[in-house]
């Protein structure tokens, strides 16, 4: 006999704000670069910037199931996890999927970085494209093209897990909307950041954006 669910808060508002917005920007920056609406896909990268730039100060500093410390594990227990036939609930991301997590960032960290020096050798270049040699730019721009179609590949596979766990009974997209989990057992609620505190890191990562490139950006929409 199963024991009686139990309501957990496994993600919080900023971690929420965070995974839908970046869904978003990344369909507003595929949609721009096929277009050819450079000036709103530069508005949308340094949109971009800024949710990174936050997630990974996220990961240090925010909710438990924010931080890289809770979610990432050695090769041995994440092996243990995809051998064990009877995989226990996890409170946020398990053992496989931080994995892919900590990929998706990196990948995601790749696109951005590339995009400061990449060109589209008509009438855009990334903000950093003057401070580099010609064939330096040219291999970013290679790169951000071709990390792009990894994002798409390993987005694809997220998404995929996400079928097959709703498919196994368990909701992971409500949980990432609504922030909980029914979980078995007696688990612990995991410590929570309040939502202010992101909210105002994000507001200071912003502002810094802004003042620095993203207001010259839109100007020139």
Do not use: C
């Not at 925010?62 to 994440?78: E, I, L, M, N």
């Not at 009877?86 to 892919?100: A, E, L, T, V």
């Amino acid at each position: 006999m199963h024991s009686q669910l139990k309501k957990i808060k496994v993600w919080d508002l900023p971690i929420r704000v965070f995974h839908w917005s970046m869904l978003g920007l990344l369909i507003g920056l595929w949609w721009s670069a096929d277009a050819g609406e450079m000036s709103l896909h530069q508005v949308f990268a340094y949109l971009f910037m800024v949710i990174l730039s936050f997630r990974l100060i996220w990961g240090v500093i925010g909710s438990d199931t924010a931080r890289f410390s809770h979610f990432v594990h050695s090769p041995k227990k994440v092996m243990q996890y995809a051998s064990n036939r009877q995989k226990p609930d996890s409170i946020g991301h398990n053992p496989m999927g931080g994995y892919m997590v900590v990929l998706l960032l990196s990948l995601l960290a790749i696109q951005l970085v590339s995009g400061l020096f990449a060109t589209d050798d008509i009438f855009t270049e990334g903000p950093l494209y003057s401070y580099v040699s010609s064939a330096t730019a040219s291999t970013m721009t290679w790169l951000h093209k071709q990390n792009f179609n990894l994002i798409l590949g390993f987005s694809a596979i997220h998404v995929l897990a996400v079928v097959v766990y709703l498919l196994k009974g368990e909701n992971l997209i409500k949980a990432m909307f609504t922030g909980y989990k029914h979980l078995k057992g007696e688990v612990l609620q995991p410590k929570m950041r309040q939502a202010w505190i992101g909210l105002i890191l994000l507001a200071i990562i912003f502002a810094g954006v802004w003042f620095s490139v993203l207001a010259n950006a839109v100007k020139y929409m």
